[in-house]
């Protein structure tokens, strides 16, 4: 009976709407279209390419990934990798790095590394989020230069509908009613709109069992492998990064390594069949998840419904003019921004305001998202360093009686206040007992053993008796294990 209503938590998102799953659904495939057939163009390979990888991965992911609602397809930081290597090698070599890009993805969750996850703070994540929202509005800009003014009129009533419909009524997503309503006007009224039979070839069969034909030798490998890691991780960072969204968005938990094996099956799966690797996409899972989508079920009918609209409904999916994909968008990118965080800038620690700046700039100026990610946990670990160095302190008292100076230490020393503790100490005191105490203190690397075994030593020197008291368990087998030094003496 638990097992039963836990499938159908997944399945349903807990809400047991299956309309609102299925219009979510449906809503994320129009989302999905225009930026899969972008980053097709970047990756250097047909949009039937990015079309099929991402029926392909939405359909395996469905059952394989540990983040329900989560909508994952061909786009993003993936498509940049990969066109250094379609560009230099063709398309079979991208297949192969596609394989092993799942191959790896796979190994990587069964390692569990989604634990690495761990170090990306919440002032990077802002800064991903908004940085999203930045490049998915600014991607749409290119469909708004050079076009007649009736482009902007239709983006306009687009995103009336958008905005304006879900207070009259919410029973059918309003992005839905966007294309259905503008694609109605284009052809009832014919002007000179781009339609999405503008943007690129479209599949016209169902997808089939393809092998990269390629050299089975370790020259391939050689070739492929570091474009297949960079891929692999580009993928997983992307999505342990949207999956976390959609945590906070729904208060609920997901499988991070769940989702790792997941990718990597669905990648493996999409190689096999023709198709360039993906990762989750954050603008589309936020739709899915803004207009109801909760479990498996919207991002199962988001894989199908496209290659529904691919395949069966090509003749009309080619007349849908992309004003109304860049008004689903621009909603997207709008609904995707973390808007508090401007205020935040100024309310937050300014080490914090600087990480999120600096994630956004780092990914707006380069395009990878990866970048900024790597940039802000960066300089969140060294931030931290600071503030955790700056706790450290060291006060020095002489007892006259016994002649003895004693030394407190309060804090962590480590590799980054390790220093800071060293020169704390005068080297060249004149009593004839220096007690350092550690019970307020802890040990936590070589670096910081080293520095006390340093002091300890160049006071010994001076003729100095050297007491270290109060080391705690922990600290104490490190002493022991990496320095000279006798606790009650050195």
């Keep these: 009976m638990h097992s039963l209503s836990r499938t159908r938590s997944e399945w349903f998102g807990g809400l047991g709407d299956l309309r609102r799953e299925v219009l ?70 991208l297949l192969a790095a596609t394989l092993l890009a799942g ?46 003014w009736h482009t902007y009129a239709m983006i306009a009533v687009g995103l009336a509908i958008i905005y304006l419909l879900p207070r009259v009524t919410q029973a059918v997503p309003s992005p839905l009613v966007c294309i259905v309503v503008l694609t109605a ?59 976390s969204v959609v945590d906070e968005l729904t208060d609920t938990t997901s499988s991070k390594a769940q989702e790792c094996r997941g990718l990597g099956l669905a ?13 989750g996409m954050i603008g589309q899972t936020v739709g899915n998840v803004r207009y109801g989508g909760r479990g498996r079920l919207s991002t199962l009918v988001a894989g199908l419904f496209l290659l529904v609209l691919m395949v069966l409904l090509r003749p009309w999916v080619a007349q849908v003019p992309v004003a109304a994909l860049v008004a689903i968008m621009i909603m997207v990118s709008i609904s995707t921004f973390s808007w508090r965080s401007i205020r935040e800038i100024v309310r937050h620690p300014k080490t914090s305001s600087v990480v999120m700046l600096a994630t956004v700039m780092v990914t707006v100026a380069t395009s990878d998202l990866a970048a900024g990610v790597v940039v802000g946990v960066l300089l969140s670990g060294v931030f931290f360093a600071f503030k955790v160095m700056r706790l450290m302190s060291v006060t020095s008292t002489y007892d006259a009686s016994a002649d003895t100076r004693i030394y407190r230490v309060t804090g962590q020393i480590f590799f980054a206040s390790a220093e800071m503790f060293a020169d704390a100490f005068d080297l060249r005191d004149t009593a004839r007992t220096v007690r350092i105490d550690l ?52």
């Design 24 to 93: 979510a659904g449906m809503v994320g495939t129009f989302a999905l279209i225009p930026e899969v057939i972008a980053f097709s163009f970047v990756a250097g390979v047909d949009p039937e390419v990015g079309l099929f990888a991402s029926f392909v991965i939405g359909i395996v992911i469905a059952f394989t990934g540990g983040r329900p609602a989560m909508i994952s397809g061909a786009a993003g930081s993936v498509a940049l990798v990969a066109a250094a290597l379609v560009r230099a090698h063709g398309l079979d070599y």
């Design 103 to 148: 191959a790896f993805q796979l190994v990587f969750g069964l390692l569990r590394l989604d634990v690495l996850m761990r170090f990306v703070s919440s002032s990077v994540r802002t800064g991903f989020v908004n940085a999203l929202a930045i490049l998915i509005f600014s991607a749409q800009v290119p469909q708004m230069l050079g076009v007649s």
């Design 185 to 243: 006007i284009s052809l009832l009224l014919p002007m000179p709109l781009h339609t999405v039979a503008d943007l690129g070839r479209l599949p016209s069969s169902l997808p089939s069992l393809v092998l990269p034909h390629v050299p089975l030798a370790w020259t391939t490998l050689g070739i492929i492998a570091p474009y297949a890691l960079a891929m692999a991780v580009v993928g997983l960072l992307e999505s342990m990064m949207t999956a």
């Design 267 to 279: 990648n493996i799966a999409a190689g096999l069949f023709g198709g360039i690797a993906g990762c």
């Design 439 to 490: 019970a307020a203190a802890h040990f936590w690397d070589v670096t910081a053993v080293a520095a006390l075994q340093t002091v300890a030593t160049k006071m010994r020197r001076h003729g100095v008796r050297v007491e270290v008291i109060g080391l705690n368990e922990a600290s104490a087998t490190l002493v022991d294990r990496h320095a000279t030094l006798v606790h009650a003496e050195a």
